[in-house]
């Protein structure tokens, strides 16, 4: 079997990146002036951000590790730094992860299935609750599935059914005035 020329593989060059640069020169210094400048309007900084952004500067770096791929037909090889597979901060990863999942969910989850999509939002004068104690935006989801499938097994009658629900939190907005979370979710029907 031979090998088919699928062109020059360029591996990406992350250090060289705007945002890369960016975090590089100032992170620190945010995290020092977290508390006096940021969290009165933004909330406490959570221990999880330095370790998000470690692993974000590792990102595609073949100093941090990498693996080595080689083919035994044309005897090419070449090494694959490895990815810090973070969500929502590195854009490489987390375009990667979203097209992985919504390629699951299409052909996997869903398949033929009807589907309904349904968005909760929060009233304006709640919100601010939400934002600084994060865990209740997971209680929403637990709440709305609920009052989904109690509206389900009404409907047919049957305490037994369960309706599929695929929920997605996205909570836009820095100002305290702006801060808007909502529910995004997939139903079946």
């Known amino acids: 079997m031979q090998c088919l020329p ?15 640069r960016l975090v ?4 620190d210094q945010l995290e020092r002036v977290w508390d006096e400048r ?11 951000v330095r370790q998000v952004v470690e692993q974000f500067l590792d990102c595609g770096d073949l100093r941090c590790g990498f693996a080595r791929l080689w083919c035994s037909t044309c005897r090419e090889d070449l090494f694959l730094p490895y990815s810090c597979r973070r969500r929502c901060f590195c854009p490489s990863c987390h375009q990667k ?24 939002t929060i009233p304006k004068m709640l ?5 600084y104690d994060r865990k209740l935006l997971g209680l929403l989801s637990q709440c709305f599935y609920a009052s989904v499938k109690e509206l389900f097994q009404a409907a047919t009658g049957d305490r037994r059914s369960l309706p599929g629900m695929i929920a997605s939190l996205q909570s836009y907005g820095d100002d305290p005035g702006r801060f808007h979370p909502h529910l995004h979710s997939l139903v079946s029907v």
């Open 6 to 20: 699928q062109g020059v593989y360029r591996p990406r060059n992350a250090q060289a990146s705007p945002l890369y």
């Open 24 to 27: 590089e020169d100032h992170f």
């Open 38 to 48: 940021y969290e009165r309007d933004y909330g406490f900084w959570r221990p999880v």
């Open 97 to 120: 992860r979203a097209r992985l999942f919504a390629e699951h969910v299409d052909e996997e989850v869903l398949d033929s299935l009807p589907v309904r999509q349904y968005v909760v």
């Open 127 to 131: 919100r601010l609750c939400f934002k």
